[in-house]
């Protein structure tokens, strides 16, 4: 079973930050926190991941609160292309860790 | 990151049958994974794909039914055996780590292939 939970869905405005909530509540020590995305028909995206330190790439930010118990995914500028669906896991950084997939929160940008 | 093809990118078969899918990556890689989306729901891992060696299999998925193959460090095939409608999936294939160790963790996705069978 998935380590967290996300909302079911959420709207933004294009142009306006979407920030994407989740709870992982159980995390342990030596897990990350990894995002990706899956636009329809197409495969998962990998976007950023993190442990504890906030993080920061060209395609969003991770802020990840002091007690690693939730974290917040920022697209700073959504645009129509962001519309998706936005998957947040918990994984150890170890080869062959099972990357567990939630049913995501589906993302929609509106213009 | 890696660029990964999946062959065929669709199909419709009838069941009973088998289809053959394959996973090519352009970089040598460490861990290849097979995943199932079955329509509206997230990913299910299937299998992990040993090079050299048999498939490591999620519990609720067997061999007979999706034998897989994995000869070399860049490619892969998974079969979906004996299909019946509730194959209908797409099926998706991902890799993880570069030949010299830990050069990244995030697993990076193919683009799928959409079966559908009749």
């Known amino acids: 079973d998935a380590k967290t939970t996300q909302p079911t869905s959420m709207d933004c405005a294009e142009g306006r930050a979407a920030n994407l909530p989740c709870n992982h509540s159980?995390?342990?020590?030596?897990?990350?926190v990894y995002w990706y995305r899956q636009i329809h028909s197409q495969g998962p995206q990998y976007i950023i991941h993190?442990?504890?330190n906030n993080e920061t790439n060209e395609m969003a930010s991770l802020i990840i609160t002091e007690d690693r118990k939730s974290s917040t995914l920022i697209l700073p500028h959504a645009t129509l292309r962001d519309t998706a669906v936005y998957y947040c896991?918990?994984?150890?950084?170890?080869?062959?860790?099972?990357?567990?997939f939630g049913p995501g929160t589906r993302l929609s940008v509106l213009p | 990151s890696a660029v990964i093809s999946q062959k065929p990118s669709r199909d419709i078969c009838q069941r009973g049958t088998s289809l053959t899918i394959q996973c090519q990556v352009d970089?040598?890689?460490?861990?290849m994974f097979w995943y199932r989306q079955q329509p509206g729901q997230s990913l299910t891992l299937i299998a992990t794909?040993?090079?050299?060696?048999?498939?490591?299999?999620e519990s609720g998925f067997v061999i007979d039914k999706f034998p897989i193959s994995r000869p070399n460090l860049t490619f892969s095939t998974l079969t979906v055996s004996n299909m019946s409608p509730e194959d209908s999936s797409i099926y998706l294939c991902?890799?993880?780590?570069?030949?010299?160790?830990?050069?990244?963790?995030?697993?990076?996705f193919g683009p799928g292939t959409r079966l559908t069978v009749t």
């Open positions: 970089s040598q890689v460490t861990m």
């Open positions: 896991i918990v994984r150890a950084d170890n080869y062959g860790q099972n990357f567990v």
């Open positions: 159980t995390i342990s020590g030596n897990e990350y």
């Open positions: 991902s890799v993880e780590g570069g030949p010299s160790g830990r050069e990244s963790y995030e697993q990076y």
């Open positions: 993190g442990l504890k």
């Open positions: 794909a040993n090079q050299g060696s048999e498939a490591t299999y």
